[in-house]
């Protein structure tokens, strides 16, 4: 009868790496997915302000108050409504171990009022 006490041993060793790497996949995902949360939270507060004190200087402080560079982000106001486009780069945690040395966010929001209400949509939308 052979001793088959080595195949834990080598099953342990070849399953190290693959949990390792789904810790790191599940850590960058949800780091991008946090920065992106909060980026369009941010930019929200932004199009709000825009609507409720002094349009395109309270939306720009807004978004220079929470460190948005003012070449990440464009603004287009017309009568009608308020957009916000933001390219943000994010850097990668665990991404650099396979190459990806940061993360491209792109938020695209339209502000309205509508009735006294501000509503907010996705870019595509109109």
């Not at 810790?23 to 302000?49: N, R």
């Amino acid at each position: 009868m052979l001793n088959k006490k080595g195949q834990t041993l080598i099953l342990f060793v070849i399953l190290i790496p693959v949990f390792v790497a789904l810790i790191a996949v599940v850590v960058d995902v949800g780091s991008l997915h946090f920065t992106y949360q909060k980026l369009k939270g941010i930019v929200d507060e932004s199009i709000k302000e825009y609507y409720l004190s002094d349009g395109l200087t309270s939306l720009e402080e807004t978004l220079d108050y929470n460190d948005i560079s003012s070449s990440s982000y464009e603004v287009v106001a017309t009568d009608e409504n308020v957009s916000v486009t933001l390219n943000y780069e994010m850097d990668a945690i665990f991404g650099k171990l396979v190459g990806l040395s940061s993360y491209d966010i792109k938020i695209e929001r339209i502000g309205k009022m509508e009735s006294g209400k501000i509503i907010i949509n996705k870019g595509e939308e109109s």
